[in-house]
């Protein structure tokens, strides 16, 4: 299998809210929730970069297509990443996430591999870490 990611989903309790903080508070274009005239297809796609998109799909919706059974959701078995070029970066995404409705789970630091981080939960409570390093060089 060659490794090759074009879509993340996230299971969302409330597609409407869920859309409002990723487009609404952090700016993030998207056309909207389509697919609401199928049962269990409501969606809504964000471009991440070339190639690759976010979708947001009402939890029950997922669990659905994929055969199972919702279940309470842990925050710690998966997480997103988002680097950015500076320190300075970081604490403005941050902040931003916060004010967007997100919650601030781990407010920014230093790091003990050299860098600068934080995590921040969206309000279905999925992480996304925001980081500096210093050893990676960010593609424009």
Do not use: C
Not at 29 to 46: K, L, R
Not at 102 to 124: E, H, L, N, Q, S
């Amino acid at each position: 299998m060659k490794p090759r990611i074009t879509l993340i989903t996230l299971g969302t309790d409330d597609l409407t809210r869920a859309v409002a903080f990723y487009r609404d508070g952090l700016g993030w274009p998207t056309e909207g929730i389509v697919g609401a005239e199928h049962e269990h297809g409501a969606v809504a796609f964000f471009e991440l970069q070339p190639g690759l998109k976010l979708a947001l799909w009402p939890r029950t919706s997922l669990a659905h297509d994929a055969g199972i059974t919702a279940s309470a959701a842990d925050p710690a078995g998966f997480s997103l990443a988002h680097n950015v070029a500076s320190k300075a970066e970081v604490d403005v995404l941050m902040t931003e996430a916060k004010a967007a409705g997100g919650r601030i789970v781990k407010p920014a630091r230093d790091t003990f591999w050299g860098g600068y981080a934080g995590y921040f939960a969206d309000p279905d409570g999925h992480l996304w870490e925001v980081a500096w390093n210093p050893h990676w060089e960010l593609p424009e």
